[in-house]
């Protein structure tokens, strides 16, 4: 499945966490005698967040998604979109790229005051913040195993095949999740700069009471602020871990994120911190 499965051996129970590196992208289902590309959604791909940008394919391929002038912007659904390669044909298009490829969003890095954006946080600032707590443990009195899943996006499926091999005792997603901070937003109560998420619940999954009393335990001690999310909608790699085996105590906590899965996601930087002192917290302490 391509999961990256990192493991540092201690003498007690299997905890194992878990970060996704796939992101949300495009696949070429057909090219125009124009050289004009059509495409599906690879994820849970928003037209809204598709029009007038850019996107760039794995052999370096640069195109720009719009949509059918003929049709008023309101009602553009990704069929009636498609991807300008700059090629003029059918021939100098397919030179370019093959049906099939693939194809994931540009976005611009910028730094606001504490708050980053850009393309993937979802889920690699996950990625990071567990890389960043690994180097920084001290002791290990768990059986520590770190991993790096795939396609997340298509329904957590790196997530169900790593913890059929690993057999966690618990095990901790690390996503990001959406915030109900800006203007006229839904009720979410969630915020960004107060500090990662134990999520109670998504559309995906119910909390284990284990898991649930480890983590409010292992934040306390670190002495970082937390916030509890009760989400009625997405869905993280904890719902298919939790169903692997005879049944894995487990739970996600999230990076508070705005536009999620759009190409300029929104972090606060004090949270990647504190997400990076709770997870170390978590790795040291015994379950
Ligand atoms: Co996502
Ligand atoms: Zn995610």
Known sequence: MGNLICHKKGNGKKLMFEAHMDEI???????????FLRFAAVGGVSPYNCVNRAVRFENGVEGVISGEGKTPMRDWNLDKMFIDIGAESYEEAAKKV?????????????????????????????????????????????????????????GLRGARVAAQVVEPDMAIAVDVSSVGDTPESKLIDLTLGKGPSVKIRDASYIISPLARDFMIKCANEAGIPYQLEAA????????????????????????????????????????????????????????
Do not use: W
């Not at 992208?25 to 050289?35: E, Q």
């Not at 508070?256 to 949270?271: A, F, G, K, L």
């Open 98 to 154: 093959t049906i099939g490829d693939m194809a994931t969003f540009d976005g611009h890095f910028a730094v606001m005051g504490k708050k980053i954006s850009g393309k993937t946080m979802d889920d690699r600032i996950a990625c990071y913040a567990l890389i960043e707590a690994v180097k920084e443990i001290k002791e290990c009195p768990n059986d520590l195993y770190v991993v790096f899943t795939t396609q997340e996006e298509l």
């Open 25 to 35: 992208g495009v696949m070429v289902t057909h090219i125009d005698k124009n050289g």
């Open 232 to 287: 009625s909608f997405g869905g993280t790699d904890t719902g298919a871990v939790m169903l692997t085996g005879s049944g894995v105590p487990a739970a996600t906590t999230s990076i508070p994120t705005r536009y999620i899965h759009s190409p300029q996601e929104t972090v606060h930087m004090d949270d990647v911190e504190n997400e990076i002192k709770f997870i170390k917290k978590m790795m040291e302490t015994e379950i």
